[in-house]
């Protein structure tokens, strides 16, 4: 089993920076990939970005440009860097980590922003 703690979430001011950090302990061995997912009240879960063991990304259309993921893949710790922050990234970000066949989720840190 893989356990993610999640740090960094807060209340900013529309325009102003946070950033997210995710560490994975356990079977670490196990994981492909790490990534983040938000959701807000009354929408549907959304992935915000994603890395790989190899350092490719991905991201959401709604945050290139602004928000930046990158890993330590010795420690297995993923961290988004959030930029210039708008109302509309409020929501609840959630670490997540693919260790086939799961998928693992940690609890959760809110993000405010603001306007």
């Known amino acids: 089993q893989v356990h993610l703690v999640e740090s960094g979430g807060g209340l900013v001011q529309a325009g102003g920076s946070l950033r997210l950090s995710c560490v994975a302990s356990?079977?670490?061995?196990?994981?492909?990939?790490m990534g983040w997912y938000r959701q807000a009240p009354g929408k549907q879960r959304e992935l915000v970005a994603d890395?790989?063991?190899?350092?490719?990304?991905n991201y959401a259309d709604s945050v290139k440009g602004r928000f930046t993921i990158s890993s330590d893949n010795a420690n297995y710790t993923v961290y988004l860097q959030m930029n210039s922050l708008k109302p509309e990234d409020t929501a609840v970000y959630h670490c997540?980590?693919?260790?086939?066949?799961?998928?693992?989720w940690g609890q959760g840190t809110q993000v405010t922003v603001s306007s």
């Open positions: 997540n980590a693919v260790a086939p066949p799961l998928r693992y």
């Open positions: 890395i790989s063991q190899t350092g490719r990304t």
């Open positions: 356990g079977s670490i061995f196990r994981i492909n990939a």
